[in-house]
């Protein structure tokens, strides 16, 4: 059974950081991009950044690029999302999203295993 399981959300100040972290177990997760995707109250999800199988050049969101890093451990099956410099815009739903081929896209449809998600709450 494949199963995506974020953690690491929570309230925190503008200007502050939370790591992200997703647990994956998927027989193929070595060979799977990976992104991480949000959905504020009232929005569409959108795409907050991706990372290609082989951990390779990573893909940002305009919003994300310069504060958030993506990361993964393909040996324990994780991807992380650190984000710093956190705006209360920043605020909203974190899912964690497994594509289905090797290059991280930005596309929703592209990936076919989501988690649950993980509330990120920004406070001002």
């Known amino acids: 059974q494949v199963q995506l399981v974020e953690s690491g959300g929570g309230l925190v100040q503008a200007g502050g950081s939370l790591r992200l972290s997703c647990a994956a177990s998927i027989r193929t997760f070595s060979s799977r991009a990976m992104g991480w995707f949000r959905q504020a109250p009232g929005k569409e999800r959108e795409f907050v950044a991706g990372?290609?199988?082989?951990?390779?050049?990573?893909v940002y969101a305009d919003s994300a690029r310069g504060r958030f890093t993506i990361s993964r451990d393909n040996a324990k099956n994780t991807v992380t999302l650190q984000m710093n410099s956190l705006k209360p815009e920043d605020t909203a739903v974190y899912y964690c999203?497994?594509?289905?081929?090797?290059?991280?896209?930005?596309?929703?449809?592209?990936?076919?295993?989501w988690g649950q998600g993980t509330q990120v709450t920004v406070s001002s």
């Open positions: 999203a497994a594509h289905r081929l090797t290059w991280a896209t930005i596309r929703e449809d592209d990936y076919d295993y």
């Open positions: 990372i290609s199988w082989s951990a390779g050049i990573p």
